[in-house]
């Protein structure tokens, strides 16, 4: 334990009748079952600080504020598909037909003070909950920080991201109006194109064909109880591990794989994870309060046999409706059965396969590199330049998908015609991964390369020196002993070597080929990556001029590369 | 600064012996030795009585104002009222009422936070630790005596021995998820012949949409568009699940063009009246009902993935993912001269599934 002091103001501890309050209610439990052996060990537990921890703290809050604002809403909302006339306050629908949840919709917004501001916070938050998963997603990735032992708590978090958009849908679809309806039906063509049991699977969810008056009910039950009572817990889940586990953190001075860095639980984080759950709550409502979203009121109610141009769906979604709408027209019958890739691909397989992947990845990657040891101090993207690349490649495969989801807008924005804007984004999605995978590690080397320059030589300083023979050079500073150690604190990737395919007897090696092929994906893996310096080529670097560390008096260190 | 540098400094650095062993990949202080924890030194409201009397002022500043705020959302909410007189479409109410209560709940809750945050960044004294991490495998022993405690109890429950009582209760609790699918069977029936079918038949009446009036073939343009429904389904009762899924089912475009426009298939011959000519209106990519028309090119776009079907001929597919031509529905003109179907359509309409080709 190392600490840093602080002076400060006198804090008064005893004489406070908060305090005091507090006291005795700990007493209570604690004579009820020992907390305090838990609250000492966990009070001033020590988190690390960094803005990308922040992430998931958004998605946290913001699904609070989302469960918050959904139950106000259920207090009004009906569930049903029951046909009325409506006659409520907004009067441009009355004397028309419409379902009893779109009708209890219109009263929410219309009739209820606060219920549209309730109605757009739930709907911002989702949106935001969703996205502060995917990013938080990504930062896991792009650090590694999913490596053991945190494999766990990966797949739980891509469990959370896919129940979150199971209920994004769900809600999406409850309010009965025009767009809803119109992804409810997509929904259920990709039902059908289900082999063998799809039309069973879609007469049972729908309760008999198409629409029905059964799905907003059913969707109901999921939106509001199973799903998320599934996220609530997995949440719990997905937090106690992080709190066991300790959080992860980035290399640096001072932090090693046995130890964390950073400020006590109570108070700092109390104050500031209590204080960034405002920050986001209000942040929230402030875009309820402006910036108007799903005016159904505009939309009117479901009408199978009807639809707007330039329907969208929620963007969550609109990966998956990039892909139906960039398929090509597949479809084939066996023994006269009907097979539909051309749905049955993008809405179905697609989406199966890559959840797999990601679900699967950190084994993979254990696999590769053989690396089985736990980790606790984040990797540097640019450090793991295939990881990063595969990464980036994803990101360019997903958002070519969702420019798709919006061709029609991009058609009528860029006056090309929509067959063009398809066209380009099939060839696209065959050829950007793979170009971006490699431009991606190559900017990786370049960073790294970059990095071992400024370890051996120091960074530039923009200083121009002439020589007396009139060479002009750039005078480079050295890095602390800080910064210097944070960009050689990572490891230095061993590419795995296949052994001789016969050992000295001549017996050949029975596993030869297996060596074989996990030296190759090994070097795929680490072949390219710069090495960091060694202390031999660091001394040499420097000429002998100076010691590192003695940045202070920095002129005698300047280099001449 | 007391962190456990001379520990690590004991890893080896970087001996080639040691090349492609796991264990000795990360030599910590290679080739830099950690110079361990870094001390910020005091902050500014730390040595400064002046700037800490300010950082105090601005949060209690921050709390205090959203105190003011949040009586002020609950003015806004009886200030606001959304109710208007009869007849007049009350939007603007509600938006402003929607903003009133947004703008001084949503500043409430964002001062509220920042004020924390600016507490602990400011004022708050914890200096920064350093704590140990905790082996997350559990030792040997521990290991070894949990498998020595289960073994004990699956002694006692002499489980390997009464083969009879193992085996009746693994076939019991294989049974048990039988009922919980067998009860949800009544969520829905079975599909039977309901996809092949809709409400249009011999003789049937095409009538306008919302309007449901009878066609004549004169009343008709030439490149025009209508949308019809058929005279059955008027008939279907206004509650139940009937309606609305004939609904998704039956909708149709009827389009008037040349007759020497069109190239029908040779048993599609007689299947207009003058050019007059009637498609399903559901797409058979995803279901979307199908609605923008390109008169000069009798091209139909479906609005949701932008499949193309030309019309004039038979419903084919000239872009996008759908991989059927639209039904059409064949047509004639009864004998009070409206236009009525010959049949129901000769195939199930909307997207393709397991079984279509098997009725």
Redesign the interface.
């Given at each position: 334990m190392s600490t840093t002091t602080r002076t400060g103001s006198d804090v008064s501890t005893s004489n406070n009748a908060v305090l005091q309050g507090a006291g005795k209610v700990v007493g209570f439990v604690d004579q009820r079952i020992a907390a305090n052996n838990w609250l000492k060990r966990n009070l001033r537990k020590i988190f690390p600080d960094h803005w990308s921890f922040l992430l998931g703290e958004i998605a946290l809050y913001s699904l609070i504020l989302v469960l918050l604002s959904g139950v106000f809403l259920t207090l009004w909302f009906k569930p049903s598909m029951a046909h009325i006339i409506y006659d409520g306050a907004y009067v441009p629908m009355r004397g028309i037909g419409m379902s009893e949840a779109y009708a209890s919709t219109l009263q929410i917004s219309f009739e209820v003070r606060g219920g549209l501001l309730m109605r757009q916070i739930h709907h911002w938050g989702t949106l935001i909950f969703i996205a502060a998963m995917s990013v938080h997603m990504l930062r896991i990735f792009f650090t590694g920080a999913y490596r053991k032992p945190r494999e766990l708590n990966w797949v739980i978090g891509l469990l959370l991201l896919t129940l979150g958009i199971t209920n994004g849908f769900t809600g999406y679809s409850l309010p009965d109006d025009l767009l809803s309806g119109t992804g409810l039906r997509i929904i259920e063509a990709g039902i059908l194109a289900i082999p063998v049991v799809g039309t069973y699977v879609s007469y049972f969810l729908f309760g008999g064909e198409y629409p029905g008056e059964d799905i907003i009910s059913r969707f109901y039950a999921i939106h509001i109880l199973l799903v998320p009572g599934l996220i609530i817990a997995l949440v719990t889940v997905h937090l106690m591990l992080v709190w066991y586990q300790k959080h992860t953190q980035w290399a640096g001075a001072g932090k090693t794989e046995k130890n964390v860095v950073g400020y006590p639980f109570f108070p700092i984080y109390v104050a500031k994870a209590g204080g960034f759950t405002f920050i986001v709550f209000g942040f929230i409502v402030l875009m309820s309060a402006l910036i108007q979203v799903n005016p159904l009121w505009f939309y009117g109610p479901y009408d199978p046999s009807q639809v707007t141009a330039g329907v969208q769906p929620d963007w969550y979604v609109g990966f998956l409706d990039g892909a139906l709408r960039v398929m090509p027209p597949w479809e084939f019958t066996i023994f006269g059965y009907h097979v539909t890739p051309s749905v049955l691909l993008p809405a179905v397989i697609l989406p199966g396969v890559l959840l797999t992947l990601l679900a699967l990845y950190p084994w993979i990657e254990q696999r590769i590199t053989g690396d089985r040891r736990e980790h606790h101090i984040l990797e540097r993207p640019r450090n793991v330049p295939v990881r990063t690349g595969l990464g980036v490649a994803f990101i360019v495969f997903y958002i070519l998908l969702w420019i798709a989801g919006g061709n029609d807008f991009f058609a009528t924005t860029l006056h090309i015609p929509v067959n063009w804007v398809s066209r380009f984004l099939q060839v696209s999605l065959i050829v950007m991964p793979p170009l971006a995978f490699w431009i991606t590690k190559r900017i990786c080397l370049g960073l790294q390369r970059r990095d071992r320059d400024k370890v051996l030589h120091g960074m530039e300083s923009g200083v121009i020196m002439v020589s007396p023979e009139g060479e002009f050079t750039e005078r480079h500073s050295p890095l602390s002993a800080a910064q210097a150690y944070a960009l050689t604190a990572h490891e230095r990737p061993q590419v795995h070597e296949a052994g001789a395919p016969t050992d000295a007897n001549g017996i050949p090696n029975p596993n030869y080929k297996h060596d074989r092929r996990r030296a190759r994906i090994s070097r795929f893996y680490f072949g390219d990556v710069i090495p960091k310096p060694t202390r031999e080529e660091l001394e040499h670097g420097h000429h002998g001029h100076a010691e590192l560390e003695a940045h202070s008096g920095s002129d005698a260190t300047s280099d001449q590369h | 600064?007391?962190?456990?540098k001379s520990e690590?400094m004991s890893y080896p650095?970087?001996h080639p012996e040691h090349?492609?062993e796991?264990e000795h990949?990360?030599?910590?202080g290679?080739?830099?030795?950690?110079?361990?924890?870094?001390?910020?030194g005091?902050?500014y409201?730390?040595?400064n009585p002046q700037a800490?009397k300010r950082a105090d002022r601005q949060v209690a500043g921050m709390f205090g104002l959203a105190s003011i705020l949040i009586i002020a959302s609950i003015v806004a909410?009886v200030a606001?009222?959304?109710?208007?007189p009869e007849?007049?479409?009350?939007?603007g109410e509600?938006?402003v009422?929607?903003?009133a209560?947004?703008?001084t709940?949503?500043?409430?809750?964002?001062?509220?936070?920042?004020?924390?945050?600016?507490?602990?960044?400011t004022?708050?004294?914890?200096?920064?630790?350093?704590?140990?991490?905790k082996p997350?495998v559990s030792s040997d022993e521990v290991r070894q005596a949990t498998l020595e405690s289960f073994n004990t109890g699956a002694e006692e429950t002499q489980f390997g021995r009464r083969k009879l009582i193992r085996n009746s209760l693994l076939g019991a609790m294989a049974l048990l998820p039988l009922p919980a699918i067998v009860l949800?069977r009544d969520?829905?029936?079975?599909?039977g012949d309901?996809?092949e079918n809709t409400v249009w038949a011999e003789g049937v009446r095409l009538l306008t949409?919302v309007t449901y009036q009878p066609i004549r073939p004169a009343q008709l343009e030439l490149g025009q568009l209508v949308?019809v429904?058929p005279a059955t389904y008027r008939d279907l009762p206004?509650?139940?699940?009937a309606?609305?899924?004939e609904?998704?089912?039956s909708?149709v475009m009827l389009i008037r063009m040349l007759p020497e426009e069109l190239s029908p298939f040779d048993d599609r011959e007689n299947w207009h009246v003058d050019g007059i000519i009637a498609y399903s209106?559901i797409c058979t990519?995803?279901?979307?009902?199908?609605?923008?028309y390109e008169r000069t090119t009798h091209h139909m776009l479906c609005?949701?993935?932008?499949?193309?079907f030309d019309l004039a001929d038979n419903g084919k597919?000239v872009?996008?993912?759908?991989?059927?031509p639209l039904p059409q529905l064949p047509l004639a003109v009864d004998n009070e001269g409206y236009l009525v179907a010959q049949s129901d359509f000769t195939e199930p309409v909307?997207?393709?599934?397991?079984?279509?080709?098997?009725r």
């Open positions: - | 600064m007391t962190t456990s690590e650095v970087d090349a492609g796991l990949r990360a030599p910590a290679d080739p830099i030795p950690d110079p361990g924890l870094h001390d910020p005091p902050r409201t730390d040595v800490q909410y606001f009222e959304i109710e208007t007849g007049v479409p009350n939007v509600v938006q009422s929607n903003f209560l947004g703008m709940l949503g500043l409430a809750l964002l001062l509220i936070g920042l004020g924390a945050v600016q507490w602990a960044r004022l708050m004294t914890s200096p920064e630790f350093a704590e140990n991490r997350l949800l969520l829905g029936p079975l599909p309901t996809k949409d949308n429904m206004d509650h139940g699940p309606k609305i899924n609904r998704a089912k909708p209106k990519h995803a279901g979307c009902p199908i609605s923008l609005p949701c993935h932008q499949s193309t597919v872009f996008g993912p759908a991989t059927r909307g997207p393709s599934y397991w079984e279509r080709g098997t």
